[in-house]
């Protein structure tokens, strides 16, 4: 479920979509604003809103190990190939 993109600073991260909700409003501004092994990336695209962004976990961080096996909607299809 890891993916690399590029964090809100223009730094090339691997992170873990797998519980990835479309936000209401914005997260985060920068990395800082995210809880220890999260990042902030832009992700409203996704949403219909290309201007939020949202905290997400690293790719081998604690907090991407503890997620489950169950891909969140809308996500489960599109991580299938569907």
């Known amino acids: 479920s890891c993916g690399c993109v590029n964090d809100v600073g223009g730094k090339k991260r691997?992170?873990?979509?797998?519980?990835?909700r479309c936000p209401g409003r914005n997260e985060c501004r920068t990395n800082r604003e995210c809880r220890r092994g999260d990042v902030c990336?832009?992700?409203?695209?996704?949403?219909g809103n290309?201007?939020?962004?949202?905290c997400v976990p690293e790719c081998g961080t604690e907090t991407n190990?503890?997620?489950?096996?169950?891909?969140?909607?809308?996500?489960?299809?599109?991580?299938?190939?569907?």
């Open 41 to 47: 990336v832009q992700f409203g695209a996704c949403c």
């Open 65 to 82: 190990r503890a997620a489950s096996e169950e891909p969140a909607a809308p996500f489960a299809a599109a991580l299938a190939g569907d």
């Open 14 to 20: 691997c992170v873990n979509f797998l519980f990835a």
């Open 50 to 54: 290309p201007r939020l962004n949202i």
